[in-house]
């Protein structure tokens, strides 16, 4: 059924500047911002009335598996750490089957639909047992869905590539099969300088870019950072290389991370928190006054890192909960990485729209003419009451079209 365009949203309020706006469109773009006028409402137009609602850019999510989603009931425990976890969930892996990966992670998918997500990056596990059904899945859904949610997908070796025999060539034909990020793990590898001379060496010559799971523990020791910003610099990839976890950083005495923050900044690595499963994950060695084991997220900001952060894992061994809606995850960093006011509130939003979509390579991530009409219309008066009470109430505009509806 073909969905009228709005000519224009009406009233909705901009967060970065603090005032209520029209956004006037033609053709699936914005084709003019101003300030809201009184009555523009009741014109002659296709008008969306957006007075009560805040709007941006869709969210993005920026890391997430949804091809180990929901798989909490197949468990007849939980993991007690990191090493279980892994062990756990490659202990399922036989059982899966394309119908099963891609219902798990369409469930998730729809889930971010409804939460006014509209570009996300999936880690897709590409490992011998599996060999590339995960990415045969992302494949099919990234086009089923093009229209409505814009999906990357990362060659993500979750076993490891030299321990694991016949990695290396899988990981080779996810590329030559639309890949659009090498992923790797160094931490789950029997080497880290082969494991990651592999992963820069490969996303150099396909042109891509790399999006690592690095130095997930609370061991001061465990730096490979170190290595990767050496690569970033040696490979000529400035700004096109990410990180998520990083949470061993967070155990360094301060003086010394913040030279290597600086580091990274310097090289333009991203880097993702994904606090609900580092939480659930790092401090499991601790007896008492157990740490926290997150991303050193305002060490990293003040040293003008692109910090931002994702929902990692749904209902499964690594976190057992989550709803994935990416406010979630900006509250619990709110609460975990002392961001409480209300500025931190306005970079939180930005952490997962535009600040996301630059890290993921999307540039202009912004409300301004030319843009796609793609936008995320969420009920709040103000961006704190965003982040705190993470209204349900959202709308999806695709060019220009309702997508989705949320109440
Ligand atoms: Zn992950």
């Given at each position: 059924?073909?969905?009228?365009?709005?000519?224009?949203?009406a009233?909705?309020?901009d967060?970065?500047?603090?005032?209520k706006?029209?956004?006037?469109?033609?053709?699936?773009?914005?084709?003019g911002?101003?300030?809201?006028?009184?009555?523009?409402?009741?014109?002659?137009?296709?008008?969306?009335?957006a007075s009560?609602?805040?709007?941006?850019?869709?969210?993005?999510e920026?890391?997430?598996h949804?091809?180990k989603?929901?798989?909490?009931?197949?468990?007849?425990?939980?993991?007690?750490n990191?090493?279980?976890?892994?062990?756990?969930?490659?202990?399922?892996?036989?059982g899966?089957?394309?119908?099963?990966v891609?219902?798990r992670?369409?469930?998730?998918?729809d889930r971010?639909?409804?939460?006014?997500?509209?570009?996300?990056r999936?880690?897709?596990?590409?490992?011998?047992v599996?060999?590339?059904l995960?990415?045969?899945?992302a494949?099919?859904?990234?086009?089923?869905?093009?229209?409505?949610?814009a999906?990357?997908l990362?060659?993500?070796?979750?076993?490891?590539?030299f321990?694991?025999?016949?990695?290396?060539?899988?990981?080779?034909?996810a590329?030559?099969?639309?890949a659009?990020?090498?992923g790797g793990i160094?931490?789950?590898?029997r080497?880290t300088?082969?494991h990651?001379d592999?992963?820069?060496?490969?996303a150099?010559?396909?042109g891509?870019?790399?999006?690592?799971?690095?130095?997930?523990?609370d061991?001061?020791?465990q730096?490979?950072?170190?290595?990767v910003?050496?690569?970033t610099?040696?490979y000529g990839?400035?700004?096109?290389v990410?990180v998520?976890h990083l949470?061993?950083?967070?155990?360094v005495?301060?003086?010394?991370?913040?030279?290597?923050?600086?580091?990274?900044?310097?090289?333009?690595?991203?880097?993702?928190?994904?606090?609900?499963?580092?939480?659930?994950l790092?401090?499991?060695?601790d007896?008492?006054?157990?740490?926290r084991?997150?991303t050193?997220?305002?060490?990293?900001?003040?040293?003008?890192?692109?910090?931002?952060?994702?929902?990692?894992n749904?209902r499964?061994?690594?976190?057992?909960?989550?709803?994935?809606?990416p406010?979630d995850i900006?509250?619990?960093?709110?609460?975990?990485?002392?961001m409480?006011?209300?500025?931190?509130a306005?970079?939180?939003?930005?952490?997962?729209?535009?600040?996301?979509?630059k890290?993921?390579g999307?540039?202009?991530w912004t409300?301004?003419?030319?843009?796609p009409?793609?936008?995320?219309?969420?009920?709040a008066d103000?961006?704190?009451?965003?982040?705190?009470?993470?209204?349900?109430?959202?709308?999806?505009?695709r060019?220009?079209?309702?997508?989705t509806r949320?109440?």
């Open positions: 059924m073909e969905t009228r365009a709005f000519d224009l949203i009233g909705a309020l967060p970065s500047s603090g005032e706006i029209d956004i006037e469109m033609r053709d699936g773009a914005i084709l911002i101003a300030p809201a006028a009184p009555g523009a409402s009741a014109l002659e137009k296709c008008v969306f009335d009560g609602f805040i709007v941006t850019p869709g969210l993005v920026t890391h997430i949804l091809d989603a929901f798989l909490s009931e197949r468990l007849e425990r939980p993991a007690a990191l090493g279980e976890a892994i062990a756990m969930t490659a202990a399922l892996k036989p899966y089957t394309l119908e099963d891609t219902a992670s369409r469930r998730a998918l971010a639909l409804s939460f006014g997500v509209a570009l996300l999936a880690q897709v596990e590409i490992d011998p599996l060999g590339l995960s990415f045969e899945s494949l099919a859904l990234k086009e089923e869905l093009a229209g409505s949610i999906l990357q990362v060659a993500f070796p979750q076993e490891g590539i321990n694991c025999a016949g990695t290396e060539s899988l990981l080779r034909e590329v030559s099969r639309g659009d990020a090498i160094p931490y789950n590898d080497d300088a082969e990651l592999f992963v820069f060496r490969l150099a010559d396909a891509l870019p790399v999006d690592l799971h690095l130095d997930f523990s061991d001061p020791e730096l490979a950072i170190l290595d910003i050496h690569r610099r040696e990839l400035e700004g096109r990410c998520g949470t061993s950083l967070g155990s005495p301060p003086e010394h991370a913040r030279r290597i923050a600086d580091g990274m900044a310097e090289a333009g690595i991203h880097v993702f928190a994904l606090p609900a499963t580092d939480l659930y790092n401090g499991r060695g007896t008492h006054a157990v740490r084991g997150i050193p997220v305002s060490l990293l900001l003040d040293a003008g890192v692109n910090v931002c952060y994702g929902t990692n749904l499964n061994a690594f976190t057992p909960f989550g709803t994935g809606d406010l900006a509250l619990l960093l709110a609460q975990t990485a002392y409480g006011t209300p500025g931190d306005r970079r939180l939003l930005d952490m997962c729209t535009g600040r996301a979509a890290a993921l999307v540039e202009g409300l301004r003419p030319g843009a009409a793609d936008f995320a219309l969420i009920r103000c961006v704190q009451d965003l982040v705190y009470d993470r209204p349900r109430e959202r709308v999806s505009i060019g220009g079209k309702l997508l949320s109440v």
